[in-house]
């Protein structure tokens, strides 16, 4: 079974527009963390932001934001006035806090997000 | 900003041959990682590596593949004998701490060695 879903595979959204790109996670630990990170053409991994467990606090930063909510197991990222550089993969990825002792991250399929001028 | 260093950038090796990736994790780092990424696919972990011993590794990572810290900087990814199959970015990644407390520290990952086995 798939520990992250990212079930969008591609995105067009035309410059200015707010996007937001889903995550859904599933684990059975109680202590775990969660990421995302940016793969731009370049073909680099950037990371993002990262959240824990126990802080449902939404996060703002910049045009970036994040919803994480653990009742529906999602962690969705939403870009507001979207921009021609945000053009990348995004990935969602999962770290279980027992068993994989050194954050062994799992990551879902990816979401391509094309941003047209 | 420190950052990983991973070289070649891109590697080309026929079938069979053995190849070694290397990185250069970040300076205080002390937990290192090899990820893989098939091209169109999503990022799979390989091997993880704390105190000049594997501390996990995933079904991907058989007997043809090793890894080795031979110095204070390099962390190399060697596979024995490639397969075709073996095409595809490899991604090295280190964080400053790990374990169960600090795995949410986040992983920084150098910009990949794309393999190409013909």
């Known amino acids: 079974a798939q520990k992250v879903t990212q079930a969008q595979t591609e995105i067009s959204v035309v410059e200015k527009e707010d996007v937001t790109l889903d995550c859904v996670y599933e684990?059975?630990?109680?202590?775990?963390?969660l990421f995302w990170y940016k793969q731009p053409p370049s073909g680099e991994l950037v990371f993002l932001i990262r959240?824990?467990?126990?802080?449902?606090q939404n996060e703002i930063s910049g045009r970036y934001s994040w919803n994480f909510q653990k009742s529906t197991s999602s962690f969705n990222f939403t870009i507001t006035a979207s921009q021609v550089v945000d053009s990348a993969v995004y990935f969602c990825a999962l770290s279980e806090g027992r068993g994989s002792t050194l954050g062994r991250l799992y990551f879902g399929r990816g979401t391509q997000l094309t941003v047209w001028p | 900003e420190p950052e990983v260093t991973q070289t070649p950038s891109h590697q080309v090796t026929q079938m069979g041959q053995e190849v070694i990736l290397r990185c250069v994790p970040i300076?205080?780092?002390?937990?290192f990682y090899w990820y893989r990424q098939i091209l169109g696919q999503k990022v799979e972990f390989l091997v993880s590596f704390y105190n000049n011993e594997i501390s996990e590794k995933s079904e991907i990572f058989d007997d043809q593949f090793s890894v080795e810290r031979p110095d204070g900087s390099n962390f190399t990814l060697k596979i024995r004998s490639t397969k075709l199959e073996d095409s595809a970015m490899y991604f090295c990644a280190s964080s400053e701490m790990g374990g169960i407390i600090y795995s949410n520290q986040p992983q920084h990952f150098g910009d990949g060695t794309r393999l190409s086995i013909l």
């Open positions: 300076s205080n780092h002390l937990y």
């Open positions: 959240r824990n467990s126990f802080d449902e």
């Open positions: 684990t059975r630990d109680t202590t775990y963390y």
